[in-house]
């Protein structure tokens, strides 16, 4: 695991929804009066990943809102928040099982990298992001790894539950 870099100013300008439109699928900021269907979604579908849903419910309580989720049919299927780990750090995105290989998650990455442009930031990190997630971030969005940063080297590293 490591942290990745994202140049926010090298984004394309906007994202075409068309394909997402066609599966009826919609991108939206999360509104915090379903922050309880949110988080009972995180947790259901990412229970290896118990902080999620605490930095889920952060995002949501930011101000503005910090959590963008993806709606098929008033079902959630995804999710992706930033400045919820610390200012300046996208992160944790997922999607549900039953969602995945259609391209939400990609245009939740870049939703939310969006809006992080428009609120002044430059740079993006992407936390700690897992072996397998590497390739995905870097094709979305051009990230890059951050040398020597490794979760025992980072912000991470004051979780209660981290021993390094």
């Not at 919820?84 to 939400?104: E, H, N, Y």
Request: hydrophobic share 45%; with cysteine; net charge positive.
């Amino acid at each position: 695991m490591a942290d990745l870099l994202v140049k926010l100013y090298e984004l394309e300008d906007s994202v075409d929804y068309t394909e997402l439109k066609k599966q009826n699928i919609v991108i939206k900021k999360a509104f915090i009066g379903d922050k309880s269907a949110i988080l009972d979604f995180v947790k259901d579908n990412f229970p290896e990943a118990p902080g999620w849903a605490g930095e889920c419910e952060y995002a949501l309580l930011n101000n503005p809102v910090s959590c963008f989720i993806a709606v098929k049919e008033k079902n959630l299927a995804g999710f992706a928040c930033y400045d919820a780990t610390a200012r300046g750090f996208f992160g944790p995105l997922g999607v549900g099982k039953k969602f995945r290989k259609g391209g939400i998650g990609r245009y939740l990455l870049k939703r939310a990298l969006l809006s992080m442009r428009e609120l002044g930031y430059a740079y993006a990190v992407i936390g700690w992001a897992a072996e397998n997630a590497l390739e995905f971030y870097r094709k979305a969005a051009g990230a890059v790894i951050i040398g020597d940063s490794p979760p025992e080297k980072s912000i991470y590293k004051n979780m209660i539950a981290t021993q390094w």
